[in-house]
């Protein structure tokens, strides 16, 4: 069985706490601590860039994993990447030369991932699959946190868990979006293997409790 990785998000976290948090999920047993970086155009909400990444990273030996919803990406990488970050993952909807963009992440020994919104087809992951180290699944529409699981994101899970096997690489399958204890069992047994959850684990009075949760142990 692949071992599952535990990346709470802290979209929803008031900057005021941001450090005792961090330190609570580094204590709870988290694996990566997830940003969404937002930019007000590819999405509507603003969020942080790379100096959030830096002082992030000053406070935690987790690993950080950033997830780039912004136009123009290409322009966000280097600074995101000389933090050193340990994920960047891009959409495949807004940039028309991904394979581009994941040579470029991939250049600075970093993982690269790419993200598929809740229309887009899953397969458009196969012909980039020698460049990816990390695919995640959007189970809500991108932009902001505390919305519904969307149900058929579960067939989607499985097609790409599929695709991935099929092509012998090591390549994490992440799901982002309404995940909590209720749905996450099934999330894992289609095949995701990297689970990011925001608000069910830092609304949380518990947070290691709530990653146990989540991880299923």
């Given at each position: ?5 535990i ?11 941001l450090?005792?948090?961090?330190k609570?999920l580094?204590?709870?047993g988290?694996?990566y601590?997830?940003l ?8 509507d ?12 990273k000053?406070?935690t ?16 990488i ?11 993952s891009?959409?495949i909807e ?7 963009l994941?040579q ?6 970093i ?20 460049m990816?180290?990390y695919?995640l699944?959007?189970s809500?529409?991108?932009?902001a946190?505390?919305?519904?699981f ?13 695709i991935i096997d099929?092509?012998g690489r090591?390549i ?12 996450v069992?099934?999330?894992?047994e289609?095949g995701a293997?990297y ?11 518990n947070?290691?409790e ?8």
């Amino acid at each position: 069985m692949k071992k599952i990785y535990i990346a709470p998000s802290i979209l929803s976290c008031p900057f005021y706490r941001l450090e005792s948090t961090i330190k609570d999920l580094e204590n709870g047993g988290a694996d990566y601590i997830h940003l969404d970086v937002m930019d007000g155009s590819f999405v509507d909400n603003i969020t942080f860039g790379s100096k959030m990444a830096s002082d992030i990273k000053n406070i935690t030996n987790l690993k950080l994993d950033v997830h780039l919803m912004t136009e123009n990406t290409e322009r966000h990488i280097d600074a995101f990447a000389q933090v050193g970050v340990d994920i960047i993952s891009v959409h495949i909807e807004n940039n028309y030369h991904v394979h581009k963009l994941l040579q470029k992440i991939k250049q600075y020994g970093i993982k690269a991932g790419i993200v598929l919104n809740p229309h887009s087809p899953v397969v458009h992951i196969k012909d980039i699959l020698d460049m990816l180290d990390y695919v995640l699944i959007m189970s809500v529409n991108p932009g902001a946190g505390g919305q519904s699981f969307i149900e058929n994101s579960l067939k989607k899970i499985a097609d790409a868990r599929d695709i991935i096997d099929r092509s012998g690489r090591d390549i994490l399958l992440a799901v982002d979006g309404g995940v909590n204890s209720s749905n996450v069992m099934g999330i894992k047994e289609s095949g995701a293997n990297y689970i990011i959850a925001g608000t069910a684990i830092l609304d949380n009075d518990n947070i290691s409790e709530a990653i146990k949760n989540i991880r299923g142990c």
